[in-house]
């Protein structure tokens, strides 16, 4: 987690970040989204909305407020399926007639190691996932979604959900909850997967970007630097995993409860979501092995 900050907007208020930039902030806060969800509006008259967050007439309302005499909203575009991102997308559409763009469903990006723990019986961790989101038109990695007088590039970065994308904005860029603002991201199987995440913090790591617009918490002013702290803790995290399973084979939650020493009870199963989210990982880089089935429950040995 990054130092605390003095990021806390008012909830409904409207913050112009650039110019045809703005955020609004929605009222859900919690352990996992910070000071809550990020909505952000794109463009001077006819305008993007990026993700309108979870089910809340207030922050509906917020967005519609949100609009300035001669602006209307014509695309709604969502980052990725989790409760808090998503939901609110369709009755902002009904409310405004725009058109709902994103990746593609619950399940769409989604590894072929993650589907195979899914159809065993795996459910995922965390937000919670949107099953009944459905976009009015999928996008594509590389598109360029155009506006009037904006453009976003679709960028897919799957890893905290196989549906997510990050969205370039001239030298800034929507990374939603790939890169945060507060905390590292949580990547919690059979919905995130590391291997996509840590391959895809290298190809934003190509671009020289200028600030990253996350979708929760500040804007990252020194985006670079943040990856590669982001980085930089992942394989933190892989180097306690490994000496850990030195000592002895061990299972996803010993292991958990073995590095993640200062955690609060209560988000101890999002460590160990993280924790076999690493160990999956290492098992494709032949590191480690299940000592049966690969499995949430099963334990772990080291190979090299």
Request: with cysteine.
């Amino acid at each position: 987690m990054t130092p605390p900050d003095d990021f806390n907007p008012v909830p409904g208020e409207v913050t112009q970040l650039a110019p045809d930039l703005r955020r609004v902030l929605c009222p859900n806060p919690s352990p996992m989204t910070y000071r809550g969800t990020n909505t952000y509006l794109v463009g001077a008259r006819e305008l993007a909305v990026i993700d309108p967050g979870p089910i809340s007439e207030a922050h509906l309302e917020a967005i519609l407020d949100a609009l300035e005499p001669g602006q209307s909203i014509s695309h709604i575009v969502v980052t990725h399926t989790h409760l808090d991102h998503s939901p609110l997308a369709r009755p902002l559409a009904e409310r405004t007639g725009a058109q709902i763009y994103a990746y593609g469903d619950a399940l769409a990006g989604r590894s072929a190691v993650m589907s195979r723990l899914a159809d065993q019986g795996m459910v995922g961790g965390g937000e919670g996932i949107d099953r009944a989101f459905k976009p009015d038109v999928t996008l594509s990695d590389g598109e360029i979604l155009r506006g009037d007088g904006w453009e976003l590039e679709v960028i897919h970065t799957p890893g905290h959900l196989g549906n997510h994308i990050a969205l370039g904005f001239g030298d800034s860029c929507f990374t939603a909850d790939h890169v945060m603002g507060w905390a590292s991201s949580l990547v919690s199987p059979p919905d995130g997967d590391l291997t996509d995440f840590m391959a895809s913090c290298a190809r934003l790591r190509q671009r020289d970007w200028a600030v990253f617009h996350p979708g929760h918490g500040a804007p990252v002013d020194a985006p670079l630097e943040r990856l590669d702290w982001l980085i930089a803790h992942r394989n933190s995290r892989e180097t306690a995993v490994l000496a850990e399973l030195e000592k002895a084979p061990a299972t996803a939650r010993q292991l958990a409860e073995a590095i993640y020493t200062e955690t609060p009870a209560a988000l101890l199963g999002a460590a160990e979501r993280n924790v076999f989210a690493h160990l999956v990982d290492l098992v494709g880089k032949s590191k480690v092995a299940p000592e049966d089935a690969l499995s949430a429950g099963a334990k772990f040995r080291r190979l090299d």
